[in-house]
């Protein structure tokens, strides 16, 4: 099973910017679906952005045109860059791995493992 450690959340007034980052650790996890998620207290999680092991990518509605998914083989990590932020992307966030490299759809039964978490709130 993979090991996802999630990093660079914080506080940020609305209308900024903000980089996740999620290292990925196990035999070629890299290479497979990865994706991050999202849960606001009170909320169910949700899907927010997904990458498969061609680089085709999925966003959820709500952050098309202001979230970009990318990752660094090289270094094993994958990113959220999160742009034009809003009060309701208040929600910890989370990065997950999944077993297969692609036909992967942006739900939670489709990955196997998950990281800690890292807060993101965002502020008026």
């Known amino acids: 099973q993979a090991q996802l450690v999630e990093s660079g959340g914080g506080s940020v007034q609305a209308g900024g910017s903000l980089t996740l980052s999620c290292v990925v650790s196990?035999?070629?996890?890299?290479?497979?679906?990865l994706a991050w998620f999202r849960q606001a207290p009170g909320k169910e999680r949700e899907g927010v952005a997904l990458?498969?092991?061609?680089?085709?990518?999925k966003l959820s509605d709500s952050v098309k045109g202001r979230f970009i998914i990318s990752k660094n083989k090289a270094k094993n990590t994958l990113f959220l860059v999160m742009h034009y932020l809003e009060l309701e992307d208040t929600a910890m966030y989370y990065c997950a791995a999944s077993r297969v490299a692609d036909d992967c759809e942006l739900t939670s039964a489709w990955f196997n493992s998950w990281g800690q978490g890292t807060q993101v709130t965002v502020s008026s």
């Open positions: 990458i498969d092991g061609g680089y085709r990518i």
């Open positions: 196990g035999s070629d996890v890299i290479d497979n679906c």
